[in-house]
């Protein structure tokens, strides 16, 4: 297809706002699925993606449209690149941004314009994509086209008028929003006579057929049976099959100028096919990779247990299963006095950790114990060293100079009578204000720099309960800051307890050290002697308190009698000793483990 007839474009949304919806809707009018294959969310294909509603991986389709009718008819292809949602896959967005000429900024017209809506819009405008502003579910009742057309038109500076009026649900619009996209975005540009580069912008592992790798053609031309290389480590594979999806995979002799598609190699392992990085053919390669391109890096780390010891092995091949697909996964092998052989585990984000542990117990039949997630930390020690921190318990001890925390640029979405506190939240989280803008008289941004280590976690939670569930939050990575943090440890009777060390703020120390003692003085229970459960930062105890002694003889309720009742109560406190973990000399059941790691 010539460029001049192809047309790239995504669709941005908060989550909820109707993208998957509307996708269907799309696929559907240009009759690309057929009435009877037609399901919901057609093109979220992961299990996983389908319970959660979310949309996890992106996917390209090709749709056939038309402009005019009878011999003016023009016909065109149009790209839709459906892209994740969540803020754990904004790497991933990017990508698959870059992919495309335009973007469809859709807007669900009962909410308005949300954090998540801004973070895509700003992605979108810095890969200078044309914007097509477009409200959604105006069949809702509780729509308010004109309101929120208002809004929009302010953000992206247009007029309320141009903000076309849809609904993903019955349809209405969407054929005319197809035409805008036709006359709007503008067709792909490139050079058909330069050596092929085309931007990977998603790899998926399929069991059958192995890796499938996304690309988008900027220059030059791919074809079957070529040699070709990933610009970013030189390896070269054979191109095996090359094709569009239209809704399914269908194989073409090439793909050329702006034009995406699918390729697949052979090869077994996604890290082959890295997101971002630029595909060219081996005989005659590019100089230049397309820019952009950036090797995912975990942001939280965790450590994962199998409950049972003995599915350690099952544990390490499941997530070498698992990476197969998904090249952001990081993991190495970590003991723990506590817990016993686990991985350490390095993930993008909260979602991303939740989702890789929920196909672990699903897939592959694991119970999983996972401590307290923590960020990175790079420690400066006096003598200059510097250390990579992603376990609090090897926070190195010794003379340090300085430590690092990674920070995030946050923007958040509410309205007005929140301001007060939403700053409160923000500061308690060690923030700080960057900036505020009104979109409407009663609807605010507020920008902040915050750490990572502060809203990770529960931020977004307690974010909802202030503001009556009214808020939206987005947030993007933005480095490194110096903070004064400090490791603490929690012992049992003088042994350290590893899995519970945690890397706070030196003024949350006490606050951690405090609620962690206490937690665990309910939790453990009473031994034959008294144990201390003490605090610690260095040498230094911040909070302690004691478990008091018992002494417990099962076999004296017995009264001397019956043997077999004797070997009975034996029996069944040697199956109580197998969950038992030392810890020293203090026995504790691994249930008060997981208790104390849960969080609640
Ligand atoms: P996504 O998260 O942006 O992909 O949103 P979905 O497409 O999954 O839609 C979220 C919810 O909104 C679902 O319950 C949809 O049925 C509903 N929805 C989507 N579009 C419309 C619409 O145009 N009208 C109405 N009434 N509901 C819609
Ligand atoms: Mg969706």
């Known amino acids: 297809t010539p460029p001049q007839q192809i047309r790239n474009f995504c669709i941005i949304a908060h989550i909820d706002h109707g993208k998957s919806t509307l996708a269907d809707r799309m696929l559907q009018i240009t009759e690309v699925v057929q009435p009877r294959d037609m399901r919901a969310q057609y093109l979220d294909r992961m299990d996983i993606e389908r319970e959660r509603g979310i949309t996890i991986k992106s996917q390209a389709v090709r749709m056939p449209w038309a402009l005019g009718e009878g011999k003016e008819q023009e016909s065109f292809i149009l790209n839709m690149i459906d892209t994740p949602g969540h803020v754990d896959f904004t790497y991933e967005v990017s990508r698959s941004l870059a992919a495309c000429e335009g973007a469809v900024l859709l807007v669900d017209a009962a909410q308005g314009i949300e954090a998540q809506t801004l ?7 810095e890969n200078d994509l044309t914007i097509i502003p477009v409200l959604n579910k105006i069949d809702l009742p509780a729509a308010q086209p004109e309101k929120y057309a208002e809004e929009i038109a302010g953000l992206i500076g247009c007029e309320p008028e141009d903000v076309l009026k849809v609904s993903g649900k019955t349809g209405e619009g969407v054929a005319e929003l197809l ?27 399929d069991t059958y057929r192995g890796v499938v790798t996304y ?22 594979h054979e ?17 050329g100028v702006g034009e995406t598609g699918y390729l697949i190699t052979g090869v077994k392992d996604v890290r082959q096919s890295k997101v971002g990085d630029t595909v060219t053919a081996q005989n005659r390669p590019a100089e230049e990779p397309i820019g952009g391109y950036k090797d995912p890096a975990p942001m939280v780390f965790s450590g994962l247990y199998p409950i049972d010891g003995s599915d350690y092995p099952v544990l390490r091949d499941a997530l070498d299963k698992l990476k197969l697909n998904d090249a952001a996964l990081v993991y190495e092998p970590e003991t723990s006095v506590a817990l016993g052989f686990g991985f350490r585990v390095g993930f993008l984000g909260m979602l991303h950790l939740e989702i890789v542990r929920e196909r672990l117990e699903r897939e592959f039949n694991l119970e999983l114990i996972s401590t307290m997630p923590n960020v ?75 750490p990572l280590a502060e809203i990770v976690f529960d931020f977004f939670d307690h974010l909802k309960s202030r503001t ?11 480095g490194h800051q110096e903070a004064d943090l400090v490791k603490v ?15 706070v703020h030196k003024d949350k120390a006490y606050a951690y050290g405090v609620e962690m003692a206490g937690k665990l003085k309910e ?69 008060a483990f997981i208790a104390a790691l849960s969080q609640d």
């Open 119 to 125: 973070a895509n819009l700003y992605l979108a405008m």
């Open 239 to 255: 191109l095996l099959e090359i094709g569009v999806i239209s809704p399914e995979p269908k194989p073409t002799k090439g793909l």
């Open 215 to 236: 690309v988008r053609v900027v220059d030059g031309q791919l074809s079957p049976r070529e040699k070709i290389q990933m610009m970013s480590t030189g390896a070269t």
């Open 489 to 503: 440890d929690i012992l049992l009777q003088g042994d350290q307890v590893d899995a519970f060390s945690s890397v």
């Open 468 to 478: 009556k569930g009214y808020a939206s939050f987005e947030y993007s990575e933005a």
């Open 523 to 591: 939790l453990i229970p009473r031994q034959q002697f008294e144990v201390p459960i003490q605090a610690a930062v260095g040498s230094r105890i911040i909070a302690r308190e004691t478990i008091r002694a018992i002494r417990k003889d099962v076999l004296s309720k017995c009264y001397g009698g019956d043997i077999s009742r004797k070997r009975k109560l034996l029996e069944k406190q040697k199956e109580g000793k197998k969950r038992m973990k030392m810890v020293g000399t203090v026995e504790i059941p691994q249930e």
């Open 179 to 205: 035409d805008v996209i036709v006359e709007q975005v503008p067709a792909p540009e490139g050079d058909a006579d330069a050596p092929a580069r085309a931007m990977i912008f998603d790899s998926v592992y």
């Open 376 to 450: 990175v930390y790079t420690v400066t020690m006096e003598d200059g060293a510097e250390i990579v921190v992603t376990n609090p318990s090897e926070f190195p001890a010794g003379k340090v100079r300085s430590i690092t925390e990674p920070v995030v640029k946050a923007t958040i979405l509410a309205p007005s009578e929140f301001i007060g506190s939403i700053m409160e939240l923000c500061q308690s989280r060690r923030g700080t204000l960057g900036g505020m803008d009104y979109l409407s008289e009663e609807r605010v941004e507020m920008r902040y720099t915050l």
